[in-house]
């Protein structure tokens, strides 16, 4: 499959299609519903052709990529519909939905998966080898799976094989470990700046830090890698920490969930009962 459009040119899609056509792949079409952003995105591409047209899109190539919010997924697949897709390939991006969404194009001819990077895209523009060394979760129709297991390999991805069901269970374990990252993140850079530390310095005391929690994590794996007061079982500490937190009620919720958790972590890794009944007891107090 040589020729491939992008339907939805944000982020995804012009990384997407950047990527692939870097490795040998000739982009025919990039829709988007505003122009200029069609227009944006294939300058920084270099390839292929703006449109605001959907149909023309999947009906010029033999490989459709549809990379636009989950909740307009319906409406694209609705547009296209009309086209004519016998042995046409498409896929949608999306990493809590299905290939379900696709079935009305399956029914017109197409092959039909899902293909969702597990990757984040918080860039303007991303560089072509951001899919390097990362998974890419595949569900769908045989073909089309196979079809995108070859693509990842080109791009330098390993195909992770899913079912419609494990998407969403998925994509929520990708969310928290990504997005909710930069919450606490936040909140930290919030704390800190009560102490009159401006974010570029917040950055340099987190960034070590944060990369040899990551390392660690490679090396020991995840739940070898935690550290801290509540798997020491050192209640004191524990109790500065909320005499803190009391006064920033999100972040006291926040901090108690997180070290409840750690606290099942802790009881695994052999902290005593007595130290595990008496932290439960302080980080259930309101």
Known sequence: MKTFSVIGAGRVGTALALALCRKGLELKY????????????????????ATGDNRLAARSAGLVFIC??????????????AVELSGKFIFHTSG???????????????????????????EEVSEPGIFKGICIGLEG??????????????????????????????????SISSNF???????????????????????????????????????????????G???????KTVEKHLS???????????YRAMALEALWLAEKRGLSREKITALKHLLEQR
Do not use: C, W
């Not at 122009?35 to 995105?41: C, D, G, L, V």
């Not at 007061?229 to 209640?235: I, K």
């Open 141 to 174: 129709q045989p073909e089309a799976v196979e079809l995108g297991k070859t693509l990842a390999a080109r791009l330098g991805a390993q195909a992770l094989l899913l079912s419609a069901a494990e998407k969403p269970l998925y994509h929520l374990a990708l």
């Open 244 to 254: 803190i937190t009391a006064g920033k009620p999100g972040l006291d919720r926040v």
């Open 181 to 227: 990252l930069i919450i606490l993140l936040h909140e930290v850079k919030e704390l800190l700046k009560t102490a009159g530390l401006e974010e570029k310095v917040v950055l340099e005391i987190l960034a070590p830090l944060l990369n040899k929690t990551l390392q660690n994590v490679k090396n020991l794996g995840i739940d070898s890698s935690l550290t």
């Open 30 to 49: 990039l829709a988007d519903s505003s122009p200029a952003q069609a227009r944006k995105a294939r300058k920084r591409v270099g390839q292929g052709r």
């Open 96 to 122: 809590a939905l299905s290939s379900e969404l696709l079935q009305p194009l399956a029914r017109k001819g197409a092959r039909v998966a899902s293909f969702h990077p597990a990757q984040t895209f918080a």
């Open 68 to 81: 636009v919010p989950d909740d307009l997924i319906p409406q694209v697949v609705k547009e296209i519909s």
């Open 229 to 235: 007061p509540v798997v020491r079982g050192d209640l």
